[in-house]
């Protein structure tokens, strides 16, 4: 979907340089091209696509002090802790399509491991318990899950939220280790609760990621264990055409208007940015 904006946007429109560490001084210029609103991975890869087309009268407006967006860490001792994004998910396989993640991840020297996802040991508040059964029960519901939603397809059938499909599908959870397990399985994954998501779309997600013969990338995933931090790729790939001047950190917005002449920008410090297009990257 990104790209297509981005078409549509650059349509209208006939050497690396180190980015700042604090905020920059108050804007006062003239209108830009477009301000870009958020500094994760959709921001800057949106600045780069506008530079490599030859548009660099672009602001990224990033409320923090750096770049990243959810790649984000805290140093604990001398160790990095992620607490955004935490795996590459999906990597290629053989010569088909390469998660972007991933092409950004071996550019920039991402240093990765794997997972033993057969063992895993399982907690409640007494201690060390034993629900493996429940989270195979999950495991085999959030399958079916995956499974329904193309038969759904298939048949026409209009989209419900992922919580009535698991219903659909006779799944239902009864105490708290099937929510702890469903949990594992589906909010911890998508980043949101079943009720929150499309049945349809998940699966898209699903497979676009993980299953190679519909598309995807491949069911390998890579956890990053870089004590420069997961968001160091996206900052070293930023560093190779982003300039000081195509940022304004730690502003927060506070509003965006629309009027013929293009968008307005209301900062939290009082200040007003305008350009031609505002692209929204954060939610």
Same mark, same amino acid.
């Given at each position: 979907?990104?790209?297509?904006?981005? +078409?549509?946007?650059?349509?209208?429109?006939?050497?690396?340089?180190?980015?700042?560490?604090?905020?920059?001084?108050?804007?006062? #210029?003239? +209108?830009?091209?477009?301000?870009?609103?958020?500094? *994760?991975?959709? *921001?800057?890869?949106?600045?780069?696509?506008? &530079?490599?087309?030859? %548009?660099?009268?672009?602001?990224?407006?990033?409320?923090?002090?750096?770049?990243?967006?959810?790649? &984000?860490?805290?140093?604990?001792?001398?160790?990095?802790?992620?607490?955004?994004?935490?795996?590459?998910?999906?990597?290629?396989?053989?010569? $088909?399509?390469?998660?972007?993640?991933?092409?950004?991840?071996?550019?920039?020297?991402?240093?990765?491991?794997?997972? @033993?996802?057969?063992?895993?040991?399982?907690?409640?508040?007494?201690?060390?318990?034993?629900?493996?059964?429940?989270?195979?029960?999950?495991?085999?519901?959030?399958?079916?899950?995956? +499974? $329904?939603?193309?038969?759904?397809?298939? @048949?026409? =059938?209009?989209?419900?939220?992922?919580?009535?499909?698991?219903?659909?599908?006779? /799944?239902?959870?009864? @105490? =708290?280790?099937?929510?702890?397990?469903? /949990?594992?399985?589906?909010?911890?994954?998508?980043?949101?609760?079943?009720?929150?998501?499309?049945? %349809?779309?998940? #699966?898209?997600?699903?497979? !676009?990621? !993980?299953?190679?013969?519909? *598309?995807?990338?491949?069911?390998?995933?890579?956890?990053?264990?870089?004590?420069?931090?997961?968001?160091?790729?996206?900052?070293?790939?930023?560093?190779?055409?982003?300039?000081?001047?195509?940022?304004?950190?730690?502003?927060?917005?506070?509003?965006?208007?629309?009027?013929?002449? *293009?968008?307005?920008?209301?900062?939290?410090?009082?200040?007003?940015? =305008?350009? =031609?297009?505002?692209?929204?990257?954060?939610?």
């Amino acid at each position: 979907m990104l790209s297509v904006l981005l +078409t549509s946007f650059l349509a209208s429109f006939a050497t690396a340089s180190p980015l700042p560490t604090s905020a920059s001084p108050r804007w006062t #210029s003239d +209108t830009y091209d477009a301000l870009i609103l958020g500094g *994760g991975v959709a *921001g800057v890869i949106a600045a780069q696509q506008l &530079h490599e087309a030859g %548009i660099d009268n672009f602001l990224i407006v990033e409320a923090r002090d750096e770049l990243g967006g959810r790649m &984000h860490s805290y140093k604990v001792e001398n160790y990095t802790v992620e607490v955004g994004c935490n795996w590459v998910q999906g990597t290629q396989t053989g010569n $088909g399509p390469i998660n972007p993640i991933y092409s950004l991840a071996l550019k920039h020297k991402l240093v990765t491991t794997t997972n @033993n996802w057969e063992d895993i040991q399982f907690y409640d508040e007494n201690g060390h318990a034993d629900f493996g059964d429940a989270f195979t029960r999950a495991e085999n519901a959030y399958d079916a899950l995956i +499974t $329904g939603a193309g038969e759904r397809i298939d @048949n026409r =059938k209009v989209d419900l939220n992922a919580r009535a499909g698991y219903s659909v599908m006779g /799944y239902r959870e009864g @105490n =708290k280790y099937d929510w702890a397990s469903e /949990y594992f399985h589906f909010d911890w994954e998508w980043a949101q609760s079943p009720e929150q998501s499309s049945w %349809i779309a998940t #699966s898209f997600n699903n497979n !676009f990621t !993980f299953d190679a013969s519909r *598309g995807g990338f491949s069911d390998e995933n890579l956890l990053s264990v870089d004590q420069k931090g997961f968001k160091h790729i996206l900052q070293d790939e930023a560093a190779t055409f982003l300039k000081a001047s195509n940022l304004l950190m730690s502003s927060t917005v506070t509003d965006v208007t629309y009027d013929d002449a *293009g968008c307005a920008v209301q900062l939290e410090s009082g200040d007003v940015l =305008k350009a =031609k297009y505002c692209l929204v990257t954060f939610s």
